[in-house]
């Protein structure tokens, strides 16, 4: 059975928006796709590694013409993919060579908060340096490195702050499937601007508090691009890197593909679909079969009607090789019986949204919760249809989804996740634990909304040391 839907409901879609700007093809040459390269660790050894994150500005060849004035880790726009090994010892020094305050999160990786994680409270001024040590105690996945000061987290992704990261581990690593990176096995980040004068980025003048749009796709940081393939199979691994923008992609001739992995872990079982939508900050590993075609064709890969990437078709041996039936066992831990329901609401639209009618404060903890206990958390979208899908994130953890509005979640939502997209008027019921303790946000991954102040903070307690006190920052000046 392939899946042949968006899953989500189409009267809440992006395009429905007043403000919706659609996507369209810039007037430029094509270009080869980006494909970021590994970052090189400063030393590693079997059970240790060390590297440097800079902050910078830059300018990057987008388009004829002018350079863009652009900002990235370790280059002039986004980052270099790191690569994570479970149960290695991370050793990260941050340099901040921007003009402002900014922030190293690691949206996905189940680190210790507030600081490891990096959200608002782990500041790095600029010109200033912070250095983090963390373990890696997570199963495969594809997650990213993005800025995330208060309330700019917007703008500055909005600049080129963001890039994926692989965390590797023994499970996936035996599994028959690509891995060769940059061959057949490649990042696709896909994120959306607009081009003023001077093919410059204006993020005041584009401002949307329900989201910033841009018509022209961006993937990898490239404009136009296309890829060759000189694989039977490749497998792209997506990550949703727009403000805004929700994602509906799908290929030319409706060629399947198989889904393998959602945000956080393989999914229990590959899944054959024409049509995948991601909204903001999901990730998902595809595979694609390119057997059917020849050398000299095209195939392309679209959301909605417009085109994002061209696989131009070379030579490749054959490989017909089945993938594996069963991919991963999604944990299902037991629910402590003394935990009640926890209930989130993300609430209201433009300026007035909220979580639990409130607005974010970065000195107010909003919940706390004991470590390694697993509790049912209920989040529901209170924006009635025709209203917009909120893209519902926590930090600090994976969550398994139990079900929407009291039935099965989508078949791609088995694995683990840190996001997940709430209809309108829908509740989703997710199982939550961590297994770290600190201070971590949950918020909309809107990123208009989650600086609006739909967002909040937990603390994770660890019984071992329960008085621990965090340092809030209650404002962070740019
Ligand atoms: Cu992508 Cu608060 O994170
Ligand atoms: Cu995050
Ligand atoms: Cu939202």
């Known amino acids: 059975e392939t899946i042949q839907d968006y899953c989500y409901d189409e009267a809440a879609f992006d395009y429905h928006d007043r403000a919706y700007i659609p996507l369209q093809v810039a007037d430029a040459p094509e270009q080869p796709l980006r494909i970021p390269e590994i970052l090189k660790p400063d030393q590693e050894t079997a059970t240790d590694v060390y590297y440097t994150i800079t902050a910078q500005t830059g300018a990057v060849q987008l388009l004829p013409g002018k350079k863009t004035a652009t900002w990235g880790y370790n280059g002039p726009l986004l980052g270099k993919t790191v690569i994570f090994k479970d149960g290695q010892t991370v050793h990260i020094h941050y340099i901040n060579d921007l003009p402002e305050v900014t922030t190293f999160h690691w949206h996905g990786l189940a680190i210790p908060g507030p600081i490891e994680d990096g959200g608002c409270h782990a500041p790095v001024y600029p010109g200033q340096t912070r250095d983090v040590e963390f373990t890696i105690h997570q199963p495969a996945a594809f997650v990213w490195l993005h800025a995330h000061p208060c309330p700019a987290t917007a703008e500055q992704v909005w600049h080129g702050l963001a890039g994926g990261a692989i965390v590797q581990d023994q499970h996936e690593a035996q599994l028959p499937l690509p891995r060769n990176y940059g061959v057949d096995d490649i990042p696709v980040i896909l994120q959306d601007r607009r081009f003023h004068e001077d093919n410059q980025w204006d993020y005041r003048q584009d401002y949307d508090p329900d989201g ?174 025709p209203g917009m899908i909120h893209p519902y994130h926590m930090h600090g953890t994976g969550f398994v989804t139990v079900a929407r509005d009291g039935h099965a979640p989508n078949p791609n939502e088995l694995g683990l996740k840190d996001t997940i997209a709430i209809n309108p008027g829908e509740h989703v019921l997710l199982k939550v634990w961590f297994d770290v303790p600190g201070v971590f946000m949950y918020h909309c991954h809107i990123l208009e909304h989650e600086d609006g102040g739909m967002m909040a903070q937990l603390k994770v307690v660890d019984p071992k040391n329960p008085n621990k006190q965090y340092q809030l920052m209650d404002h962070m000046t740019l």
Request: charged share 25%; proline share 9%.
């Open 212 to 385: 910033i749009l841009g018509p022209t796709p961006m993937i990898n940081g490239t404009i136009n691009p296309y890829f060759d393939v000189t694989t039977q199979k490749v497998r792209l691994r997506f990550l949703n890197g727009a403000n805004r923008r929700e994602w509906r992609l799908h290929f030319s001739d409706d060629l399947p593909f198989t889904q393998i992995a959602g945000d956080l872990s393989l999914l229990p079982k590959p899944l054959k679909m024409t049509k995948l939508m991601l909204t903001c900050a999901e990730r998902a590993e595809i595979i694609v079969d390119f057997g059917s075609y020849r050398p000299g064709d095209e195939v392309v890969l679209y959301s909605d009607d417009t085109p994002l990437l061209r696989f131009k078709i070379h030579e490749f041996k054959p490989d017909h090789a089945a993938l594996p039936n069963v991919l991963f066992e999604t944990p299902n831990p037991a629910v402590a019986p003394e935990m009640p329901i926890h209930y989130v609401t993300l609430d209201g639209m433009d300026e007035a949204v909220a979580m639990n009618g409130k607005k974010f404060k970065m000195d107010r903890i909003d919940y706390q919760m004991p470590m390694h206990k697993v509790q049912l958390w209920d989040i529901e979208n209170t924006n009635h249809a």
